[in-house]
């Protein structure tokens, strides 16, 4: 066989690796790339060249499946089709491509497995204590199956399923298969595979995962080839399958960034936009009562509380005699956690010898006790050292340091109490807290889910943001548009009591965003289309239209479906008779009208039109999805990046819709869940560079604190639907076809505002009056740095300094040229000298020139009167020496006279004592010390 196109750069070089390893005798070898990069071509070129085995591939779907086979076109061979390629598990063709459940079935039914399942079942009934012996389980599981066998038969599936992972995980997995793909196996072991692919591996965590293991081994350990666009989700994975999957893949033997990819011309380049909602009055309602109710539970807390009478019984004999006893109530939380770290007494009771070993003991309670009591301006004990400036003044949410502190005093004190009163305020604090997805249990505290947290994810006001992009999009593509818009699932699954009247069943789901776009003219204009695994809803203005065109596809592939429809207000619900109606079936008939253009918007659900679904001519992706994981992220986000032949010069603009609240406690949670969609993802920015996280969408979204982003929102929204329309200047920022260096480079943004320019004033240099700026200034002190480094020789004199300025006073610094190693060094000096100067070994004033009109300047004409301004030299900031130009006295003079070249006159002093010491006081008086705000970033050149 001969591959008869021309192999990718990213193709080449992923295969040049993997020959590297199979030449070292590597039989296990683990590739990432993203959709679209052409990992199936990929697979088949190492097959055909490479290995020259027969060969299994498998995969997660049947669309997959079918790939597979379709791209041996693209080899010449002199064998048959049949005897190349087969998607049948009986064929004997070189390659066969099967989906994973062909050989991985489990056995179903059999006696065996029905009675380890219902005696796992009398287990688990006696276990917790719903019944005494196995005859009583027994009487009671079979009345069950003859008066509610739907539910007898939904246990039973569990108890099944357990044991057969009980008894994989114990090394018998290839005995819990179901016949035919204990035959499959059979037969592959015959023909002597001696290649598996497997696609889509993420998915192998699980069942598929421990079946697969073993028939590596029963198929005589042919190489394995695993190929996935992103590594698993180990969350909620049992330790035993993280185990097993790093153990048989091993570590990731070559990634395709997708920038690379685009860059090469093979992904359409695309940008990623954001669009802010803030909750209907309703929701916003439910949200401030919710905060409103936790600062009450909290002024509470710090109340000082009488004791508590207790009555005694009226037969006691002390009842008329004595006065009725008194319990102590638990003193307040402030007071508590004073009395704590006074005696350094851990909340458990032991009391520990010093302050390092309480905070080691438990260190987020001595952070948030402290953070705690100095916000409400409570000294601390003197032994205590109090947080740093930079701390206090930072913008920490205050749940943040509440739950530590809430935690520890509900547990240790109020539930310890031996107050009904005290016991009964720590489970309205439980109660209260749980709103916000926090969870109080015996043993600390954890995330759980939150209906506040919930009523913003959903909220009413993200769906009616669909209007104003959509009409945006419209009119930037006209009939070239084909947008889809994707929600976590059709309808809302069941709600908790506290927002059943905020959210309905239609919340937040596919529906209501279909019936969101065909009830408003602008969008309905696109003529939408909704799929879920279970409805197909027509847009009314195309249904005829729709039909007729489905009708001749169905047809033309000669599948036997009646079609009917039903219509309501404003759609239509499309109904398939015949056996071969399936998702399958629809899917793939809507996607081709689809991108026919009969309708120009499908909305579907996250489980249908993710892996494995494709279609090439999207250019618009809005995602009301709220899932965080980079797999199933950059399965969404990797729909749009497909090229379509017919608009070569294709970007698609992908939408996150966010919804905030800063001013509230969990107001938040959604903007935390876009940034964590986005921490793993690489997007162009403004200034031209590739970067990962949020930054690239826009330079502020790293920094927005809950007082600035709501003044911003209008100005953001704005910025993101102008951004929309410029999707050529976008193509140019990704510099296709231009030369790039394929790595990922750290980097740091500065945002340095006036106050750390002391009004930036100018360069106090002989004979230079330019004022200083954020960019030049950034410059100069990273030029200092640089060349103080590669003085001292610890930087290559290679290096070469990058400053770019970004939109909101951010500016970018790197090294071009530059090992890592020698990256992180470089960046962690500049951090330091814009950053606090506390516990520094050294420290240098930074001066500037104030100039000022004198009464012969005001007379004379510029030109002349600028030589008779006055000029004033002044202390404008103290600033760090960087911890690796502090050891020894020869560094800092290195250092001192590339800053006196490029920055400021100035001497550098010893920060411990005399001097340096007064300096750094006075300097933090009177703010004369950095405030910059500074974010590490990686991107791609």
């Not at 018998?172 to 692919?197: C, P, R, W, Y």
């Not at 309708?599 to 992706?621: F, M, P, Q, S, Y």
């Not at 969404?636 to 609240?661: H, M, T, Y």
């Amino acid at each position: 066989m001969r591959f008869q196109g021309q192999l990718r750069p990213s193709q080449a070089e992923a295969i040049a690796v993997v020959e590297q390893q199979l030449a070292a005798g590597q039989k296990r070898l683990h590739v990432v790339a993203p959709p679209g990069s052409g990992k199936t071509v990929l697979g088949l070129f190492l097959w055909a060249h490479h290995i020259r085995r027969p060969a299994l591939v498998l995969s997660p779907n049947s669309a997959i499946q079918s790939q597979w086979a379709a791209r041996t076109d693209l080899f010449h061979s002199t064998l048959t089709s049949k005897q190349l390629v087969s998607t049948e598990t009986g064929g004997s063709a070189l390659l066969t491509s099967l989906t994973y459940q062909s050989v991985t079935l489990p056995r179903r039914g059999d006696a065996d497995l029905e009675a380890d399942a219902l005696d796992f079942w009398i287990d688990v009934l006696i276990y917790k204590e719903q019944a005494q012996d196995p005859a009583e389980a027994e009487i009671w599981i079979n009345d069950l199956k003859v008066h509610n066998p739907d539910y007898y038969e939904k246990r039973m599936r569990v108890y099944r399923k357990a044991v057969r992972d009980d008894a994989i995980l114990k090394g018998n997995a290839l005995e819990m298969l179901h016949d035919s793909s204990q035959q499959t196996l059979e037969t592959f072991k015959q023909q002597g595979v001696g290649l598996i692919i497997l696609d889509e591996c993420h998915h192998l965590m699980g069942h598929w995962g421990r079946v697969l293991a073993d028939a590596h081994d029963y198929l005589d350990q042919p190489v394995i080839i695993g190929l996935t666009a992103t590594p698993p989700d180990e969350k909620g994975k049992r330790p035993e399958d993280i185990d097993r999957y790093n153990d048989f893949f091993g570590p990731i033997d070559y990634e395709v960034p997708i920038p690379a990819v685009v860059k090469d011309g093979y992904l359409a380049p695309y940008q990623d936009l954001a669009y802010f909602v803030r909750p209907s009055p309703e929701e916003l309602s439910y949200v401030a009562n919710t905060d409103d109710q936790l600062q009450l539970i909290m002024e509470t807390l710090c109340t000082a509380r009488v004791s508590e009478t207790v009555s005694e019984p009226e037969n006691s004999p002390d009842a008329e005699t004595e006065d009725p006893p008194s319990v102590e109530r638990a003193e307040p939380l402030q007071d508590w956690l004073l009395q704590l770290l006074t005696e350094l007494e851990l909340p458990s009771g032991q009391v520990v010898e010093d302050w390092t070993t309480f905070e080691r003991r438990d260190p987020s309670l001595a952070d948030a006790s402290r953070l705690f009591l100095q916000h409400r301006g409570i000294p601390l004990p003197p032994h205590v050292p109090p947080l740093s400036v930079d701390l206090m003044e930072e913008d920490i949410p205050r749940l943040n340091y509440w739950a530590p502190v809430l935690d520890r005093y509900i547990r240790h004190r109020l539930r310890r109490s031996p107050s009904q009163a005290d016991q009964e305020l720590a489970q309205q604090a439980v109660d209260q807290l749980r709103l916000l997805g926090l969870q109080i249990t015996e043993t600390g505290c954890q995330a759980c889910a939150s209906p506040v947290g919930r009523v913003i994810a959903y909220s009413r006001n993200k769906i009616k943001a669909l209007v104003p992009i959509l009409s945006q999009e419209i009119e930037n593509l006209r009939d070239n548009i084909r947008a889809v818009v994707i929600a976590d699932f059709e309808k809302t699954s069941a709600t908790s009591a506290e927002v059943e009247h905020l959210l309905d069943e239609e919340a937040g789901g596919a529906i209501a965003a279909f019936k969101q776009l065909v009830n408003n003219p602008p969008t309905d204009w696109l003529n939408p289309v909704l799929l879920t695994g279970s409805s197909v809803l027509v847009d009314d203005d195309i249904a005829d239209q729709l039909q007729s065109r489905a009708e001749e596809w169905l047809r033309a592939r000669d599948i036997d479906v009646t079609l009917s429809r039903e219509p309501f207000d404003g759609f239509d619900l499309l109904n398939g008779s015949g056996s071969q109606w399936s998702p399958r079936v629809y899917v793939e008939m809507i996607t081709d009208l689809f991108q026919a253009g009969v309708t120009r918007c499908l909305v579907g659900t996250r489980g249908l039109l993710g892996e494995g679904w494709d279609a090439n001519k999207i250019n618009v992706l809005i995602d009301l999805t709220t899932v965080t994981t980079s797999m199933t992220v950059n399965q969404l986000r990797g729909r749009s990046f497909r090229l379509d032949p017919d608009q070569p010069e294709k970007v698609a603009n992908n939408w996150d819709v966010v919804c905030i609240a800063p001013e509230f406690t969990k107001g938040l949670d959604d903007y935390e869940r876009f940034n964590k969609k986005h921490c793993r993802l690489f997007g162009v920015t403004d200034d031209g560079l590739i970067e990962k996280g949020v930054g690239h969408v826009h330079a502020a979204f790293t920094e927005l604190k809950p007082e600035g982003l709501e003044e911003s929102v209008q100005l953001l929204n704005s910025d993101m639907l102008t951004r929309s329309t410029q999707r050529a200047e976008s193509r140019q920022l990704w510099k296709i076809g231009e030369p790039y260096q394929g790595i990922p480079l750290k980097t740091i943004e500065i945002n340095s505002t006036s106050r750390d320019g002391a009004g930036w004033g100018f360069m106090p240099f002989q004979g230079l009056r330019s004022p200083w700026s954020a960019e030049s200034l950034t410059k100069a002190v990273s030029r200092a740095v640089l060349e103080s480094l590669q003085e001292a020789g610890q930087l290559s004199q290679e290096s070469s300094l990058q400053i770019g300025a970004r939109s909101g006073n951010y500016i970018r610094v790197f090294l071009d040229r530059a090992s890592e190693a020698d990256c992180e060094l470089f960046l962690d000096a500049v951090n330091q000298v814009f950053g606090p100067v506390q516990g520094t070994r050294y420290v240098i004033p930074r001066h500037v020139n104030q100039i000022e009109d004198t009464w012969i300047s005001r007379l004379l004409p510029d030109l002349l009167g600028r030589f008779f301004r006055k000029t004033e030299q002044e202390l404008a900031m103290v600033h760090a020496v960087p911890a690796a130009l502090a050891r020894n006295k020869r560094l800092v003079a290195i250092f001192q006279s590339r800053w006196n070249q490029h920055v400021s006159p100035g001497e550098a002093l010893f920060a411990y004592r005399g001097a340096g010491a007064e300096l750094v006081e006075e300097a933090q008086r009177a703010g004369f010390v950095p405030h910059s705000k500074i974010h590490e970033k990686e991107i791609f050149l």
